[in-house]
């Protein structure tokens, strides 16, 4: 199967433009090599699109006008957004850098950090860092009970399961379920060892 030619968007342009010139299509397409029903079809295009003709793959096909209107539009939404970014983020912004870089780790469920960052007029580079090396407290929280638990464990000669661990913890001011200390077991490897008589 032979293979298709693809003409890029000058090309293209060129060819119409000196068939208009020339007002002789044939000798067009003989002078470029490609068919009538080709530089029809691009004439076509070019007379009903203008300046908006062959945009190229995952592009829109836009008359000027309506290229014009997509443009607006298009400004209108990014100005909306990042109004919002702005609305959202003004607790934030007369605090530290820590809290702001907190609100774009948060905000940018709904909206690309990139774009959060050229907002609030932020460098990228440095929330993406900060982000590396930050530790929530929730993960704080699990490291510390990971600790305690292995501690726990060690302590008692391997011999206490996740329910009496939990219980330990539980004595010791740790606010945790005994399905959430089994779980925390597994995850670190920790299995009772029961010595056979």
Not at 43 to 70: H, M, T, V
């Amino acid at each position: 199967m032979k293979n298709q030619k693809i003409y890029d968007r000058a090309f293209k342009e060129k060819a119409v433009l000196l068939s208009y010139e020339r007002g002789c299509i044939e000798k067009v397409e003989e002078e470029l090599g490609i068919t009538k029903s080709l530089l029809n079809r691009w004439r076509q295009d070019y007379k009903q699109y203008g300046s908006g003709s062959f945009p190229g793959a995952g592009y829109l096909r836009l008359s000027p006008e309506d290229k014009r209107i997509y443009l607006i539009e298009k400004r209108i939404e990014k100005a909306e957004r990042d109004s919002s970014i702005i609305i959202k983020a003004a607790p934030y912004l007369s605090k530290s850098r820590h809290m702001i870089y907190i609100f774009i780790q948060d905000f940018e469920k709904t909206c690309a950090a990139k774009q959060i960052c050229k907002t609030l007029g932020v460098d990228q580079g440095a929330y993406s860092r900060w982000k590396k090396q930050y530790v929530s407290e929730r993960k704080k929280r699990k490291l510390e009970l990971l600790r305690v638990i292995a501690a726990i464990f060690i302590a008692m000669e391997k011999r206490y399961g996740y329910m009496r661990i939990a219980a330990e913890l539980q004595k010791r001011g740790y606010t945790i379920s005994s399905s959430t200390t089994a779980r925390y077991m597994k995850e670190l490897g920790l299995f009772v060892s029961i010595k056979k008589p």
